[in-house]
Structure formats: C-alpha cells, structure tokens
C-alpha cells in the first residue's frame, strides 16, 4: 500500500506538469490572461537565446500584468500557434517548492503583408514551481531559446 506521502508525491508531480501542458494550451487558444494566471503575483519570466548560466536575459517580465502585456505582445500577431510539449522532469520536490525542466518546439504561423510563414522554434524551460494556497504556480521560468527556422508556409 503506498504511503499518504508518495500519494502527494505522484499528485504534486502530476500537478506540475498538468501546469506546464496548460501553459502551452493557453498559448496555442489566445488566453494570454489564463497563461499569465498560471504565475504566482509575483512571478518572473526570463528569455534567453543562449545558455542562462553564462549570458544574460534579453527579456525579463516580473509580476502578472507584464507577463501577460509581454504574452500578448509576443504571440498576439501570429495567426496559429502549436505547442508540442516533450519531456518534462521534476527535478526537485519538497513542501511547497519544486524545480523542473521541460521541452517544447514551438510553430506558428505568420501572415506579413500577404506571405504566410511559418516559425519554428525549440525551447527548453527551467522553472521554479510554488505551491499558493493549495494550487501549483510558476514562481520563476526561463524560457531558452535553441533554435528557430523560419520559411515560407507551402501549403
């Protein structure tokens, strides 16, 4: 019989990453207020284009109101998005503190001046989770950007 502690255990791990799949959800159907509410008040996002450890963020988004302005700014211009969510890790769990990573490739599509595009764009995320009376948040998340390929949409 499993214990009331690996119980929560599993329920905290699948909470967390029901968070992070309902994140690319609310991108991918224009809830820029809904993925922006998956933060804590206080939450902090950090974009970069290279490994974190060594270089610096070219966009940092602090508090819910900017996350969801900066969200809105980013991804309110592309006709379609699809978020294809891979791996997901809890790399750490303990209370109402975890850390995790996951993977994503990011399409979406663009209409500029009648030519549609098509982006590609592998992300890694690194986030702290916080636990907030009762429900996972996501305290801090670095975005990193791997790759991005942009061509012309054929069909």
Same mark, same amino acid.
């Given at each position: 019989?499993?214990?009331?502690?690996?119980?929560?255990?599993? %329920?905290?791990? $699948? !909470?967390?990453?029901?968070? /992070?799949?309902? @994140?690319?959800?609310?991108? &991918?159907? *224009?809830?820029?207020?809904?993925? %922006?509410?998956? $933060? !804590?008040?206080?939450?902090? /996002?950090?974009? @970069?284009?290279?490994?974190? &450890?060594? *270089?610096?963020?070219?966009?940092?988004?602090?508090?819910?109101?900017?996350?969801?302005?900066?969200?809105?700014?980013?991804?309110?211009?592309?006709?379609?998005?699809?978020?294809?969510?891979?791996?997901?890790?809890?790399?750490?769990?303990?209370?109402?503190?975890?850390?995790?990573?996951?993977?994503?490739i990011a399409h979406?599509?663009?209409?500029?001046?009648?030519?549609?595009?098509?982006?590609?764009?592998?992300?890694?995320?690194?986030?702290?989770f916080a636990r907030?009376?009762?429900?996972?948040?996501?305290?801090?998340?670095?975005?990193?950007?791997?790759?991005?390929?942009?061509?012309?949409?054929?069909?």
């Amino acid at each position: 019989m499993p214990s009331e502690a690996s119980l929560q255990q599993f %329920a905290d791990r $699948y !909470a967390l990453r029901d968070l /992070v799949d309902a @994140y690319a959800h609310c991108a &991918d159907v *224009n809830d820029f207020r809904g993925q %922006a509410a998956l $933060y !804590a008040e206080n939450g902090r /996002v950090a974009v @970069y284009t290279g490994d974190p &450890d060594t *270089n610096e963020p070219v966009q940092v988004l602090t508090g819910r109101d900017e996350i969801e302005s900066g969200i809105t700014a980013t991804l309110q211009d592309f006709e379609q998005t699809f978020h294809f969510n891979g791996q997901s890790t809890v790399l750490t769990l303990s209370g109402n503190q975890a850390t995790g990573e996951s993977y994503c490739i990011a399409h979406m599509v663009a209409n500029v001046a009648g030519e549609r595009t098509l982006t590609a764009m592998t992300i890694r995320y690194r986030d702290t989770f916080a636990r907030v009376d009762g429900r996972w948040l996501f305290a801090e998340r670095l975005l990193i950007i791997g790759y991005t390929d942009r061509r012309p949409l054929v069909a």
